[in-house]
């Protein structure tokens, strides 16, 4: 099988090399061009591409595919929302990794809230300059506090460990409870209504798309904390920006953005930052944003490569298509 590997970074070789050639001999080529509808015509010749979360494959793309002869897209990722499955449905397979290591995400979240609570990524700032005041990194104690966990996944389901872990109360919110998982589920509008704390581990669907957004502000409690560590699109950023204004938020910790890409996993350090929205985001002091590096551990990279190319081989054998997404 031959698979041409889109958005290729230095760390995505680093476990895909190895075990392919320990185990499988696949031809793969890296490239470090995102997929979209220019580089597409790079897939000519292989049986395969492999993508990231912000490489996106549209109709008209998928039907290039199918004339080019590829039979299956790779998804490097759990979630699927940026292609379009109905367009591949009888034309060609898409298969994703659906679990590489919730603990992960989870503990990201988590740190993430950490960090924005107690201002850690400022106090670490300020000492390194010998400025040892600490007027204004006051945060406050998790022990106790209501979490409000949206998803309950497999890395919903780490977060709500953590929570519990800070002796936090958790409810939770997903429209398919787990009757087997010991929290109190209840609606989302109670769930708004009065967590502490709001973190987000839910699909991005047509269903949550904007799920945070005026409404959904509206109902929450001054000082709340918002944590966004699975798609961007999730919340409504002008909403965001606007609850934050009006200090609806003790802190807001986002590792993921709806327009992020083109700028998350980039070097844009020399460039004018075009995009308004995010450059509001990276000027209120209560919000840390990171670029969607929650995944990024030894483990959940291993596991991403050797879930890929296990798809990659069941798909080359004619096996059972257990991680398809298309039905």
């Known amino acids: 099988m031959k698979i041409a590997f889109y958005s290729t970074k230095p760390y995505d070789k680093i476990w895909f090399e190895s075990l392919n050639r320990e185990k499988y001999g696949f031809t793969i080529d890296f490239l470090e061009s995102p997929c979209k509808e220019a580089s597409i015509s790079l897939a000519r010749g292989y049986d395969a591409i492999c993508i990231f979360v912000n490489d996106h494959v549209t109709a008209p793309m998928i039907q290039k595919l199918h004339q080019m002869g590829v039979k299956g897209i790779l998804l490097r990722s759990s979630g699927y929302n940026n292609v379009d499955l109905k367009a591949a449905k009888d034309k060609i397979a898409v298969l994703r990794v659906p679990s590489y290591s919730p603990e992960a995400v989870a503990e990201y979240a988590m740190a993430m809230l950490l960090t924005v609570n107690r201002y850690t990524h400022k106090a670490y700032t300020r000492t390194r300059e010998f400025n040892m005041n600490i007027n204004g990194l006051m945060g406050q104690d998790l022990f106790r506090k209501t979490a409000g966990i949206v998803g309950t996944g497999k890395i919903g389901q780490a ?3 953590i929570c519990k872990g800070f002796s936090m109360d958790v409810l939770a919110y997903d429209p398919y409870p ?3 998982l ?3 589920y209840v609606e989302k509008e109670e769930l708004f209504r009065d967590s502490d704390v709001i973190s987000l581990h ?3 669907t047509d269903e949550t798309h904007h799920l945070i957004d005026k409404e959904s502000i509206g109902q929450m409690k001054k000082g709340v904390y918002l944590v966004n560590t699975s798609r961007g699109a999730l919340i409504d950023t002008s909403c965001l920006i606007e609850g934050l204004i009006q200090g609806i938020f003790a802190g807001v910790g ?7 890409e083109g700028v998350f996993y980039e070097d844009r350090s020399n460039d004018i930052m075009m995009d308004e929205e995010l450059a509001r985001l990276t000027s209120f002091p209560n919000v840390l944003i990171s670029s969607h590096m929650g995944f990024f551990t030894k483990e959940a990279t291993k596991a991403i490569a050797e879930v890929t190319l296990e798809n990659a081989y069941a798909l080359e054998q004619g096996k059972e298509l257990k991680n398809s997404v298309v039905s």
């Open 159 to 161: 977060m709500i460990r």
């Open 178 to 180: 787990d009757e087997h």
């Open 182 to 184: 010991s929290v109190k």
């Open 202 to 204: 839910c699909p991005l």
């Open 254 to 260: 986002l590792d993921v953005y709806e327009e992020e």
